[in-house]
C-alpha cells in the first residue's frame, strides 16, 4: 500500500522529479523496493480517483476537461503495457476517435 501512496504526488510532478521521487524512496526502502508495473498501477488508480473525486465540483469540471487529452495518453500507454512514467507522454488529441 506504500507505492499508492508514493503515486499520488507523481500525478503533479515532471520526468526529472519523478526519478528524484524513486531514487528517494529506494533509498530509504531499499534498491528495488519501487516495482514500475505495481507503481504505474497505483498513478493510474491514483488519476481516476481524482477524477471521481473532482467530477462532482462543477468549478472543476473545465479543467478536468483540459487535462484529458494527457490522461488519454497516459491511459493508452498504460493499456498498451508501455511504461510511461519517465518518458514524455504526447497528449491524446483526438479524443473522440
Known amino acids: ?3 499508492a ?4 504526488p507523481l500525478l503533479e510532478l515532471g520526468i526529472q522529479q519523478r526519478k528524484a521521487v524513486i531514487a528517494g524512496y529506494e533509498e530509504i526502502r531499499g534498491h528495488g523496493a519501487a516495482d514500475m508495473s ?3 498501477t497505483f498513478f493510474i488508480l491514483q488519476m481516476i480517483s481524482n477524477y471521481a473525486h473532482h467530477c462532482s465540483n ?3 469540471l473545465e479543467n478536468l476537461k ?3 487529452p494527457y490522461a488519454q495518453a497516459f ?3 498504460y493499456s498498451d503495457g508501455r511504461s510511461f512514467l519517465f518518458s514524455l507522454i504526447q497528449p491524446v488529441l483526438d ?3
Open 1 to 3: 500500500m506504500i507505492l
Open 5 to 8: 501512496c508514493v503515486a499520488a
Open 38 to 40: 505495481q507503481l504505474e
Open 58 to 60: 462543477f468549478a472543476e
Open 66 to 68: 483540459k487535462e484529458q
Open 75 to 77: 491511459l493508452k500507454s
Open 95 to 97: 479524443i473522440e476517435g
